[in-house]
Every structure is written in structure tokens, then in C-alpha cells.
């Protein structure tokens, strides 16, 4: 499904120049902000506060998404061993225990 259109079309450019370390400074906040450099600097410019992305905890943006990812894969691997009425394989206890292990180490209580 397509975005819907926007009521004003952003066509105007504006550029700036930054040094090295600005420019890295300037990315790292956007994608700490999960936004892309051009949201994150429009926002910032016209003064409002730039918005962090929420994902419910205290977590770099890549830390969420790889646990998102990890959860994603574990649903896949209980779908097809309960679709085919397949054992649990004897590793996965384990495996399971060592992830929420390291789960209850690195997310904040």
C-alpha cells in the first residue's frame, strides 16, 4: 500500500556545510532519533524538539531491532514445530535459556 500524499510538497533545498566530526555528530543523533539526517535536521532547524523513536525501553535503536529480530525468528521456529507436530528439538531448551539469560543482563528493569 502506497503513503498517502502530503498536503504541501517538500521541493525547496536548503544546504549547510558541517565539519567531520559535526556531520557524524548530526547522523548519529538522527539515527539515535530514528529519523533520516534530513528529518532529523528540518525539525531541529525549525525549532522543535526532534522526536526519539519509542520502542518501550532504553535501548540503541540496532540493539532493539536485532532483539525484534531474534523474537521474529524464535515465533517462526514454535510455528513450524507446532504446524508439523514436531518434537522440540533437545537444543532448544538450552538456547532459549542462554537468550533470556542474556535478555534479562542487557534490558532495563
Do not use: C
Request: a positive charge; proline letters at 9%; zero cysteines.
Amino acid at each position: 500500500m502506497a503513503r498517502p500524499r502530503q498536503a504541501e510538497v517538500r521541493d525547496q533545498r536548503v544546504s549547510f556545510r558541517l565539519t567531520p566530526k559535526e556531520a557524524v555528530l548530526l547522523r548519529e543523533r538522527a539515527a539515535h532519533a530514528g529519523q533520516s539526517v534530513s528529518d532529523y535536521a528540518r525539525t531541529a532547524a525549525l525549532g522543535a524538539a526532534p522526536r526519539s523513536r519509542s520502542n518501550g525501553h532504553a535501548l540503541e535503536p540496532a540493539s532493539y531491532d536485532q532483539i525484534r529480530r531474534l523474537g521474529v525468528s524464535l515465533n517462526q521456529i514454535a510455528k513450524r514445530l507446532n504446524a508439523q507436530d514436531l518434537p522440540v528439538p533437545p537444543e532448544l531448551p538450552p538456547l532459549l535459556a542462554n537468550i533470556q539469560a542474556a535478555l534479562k543482563k542487557e534490558l532495563p528493569q
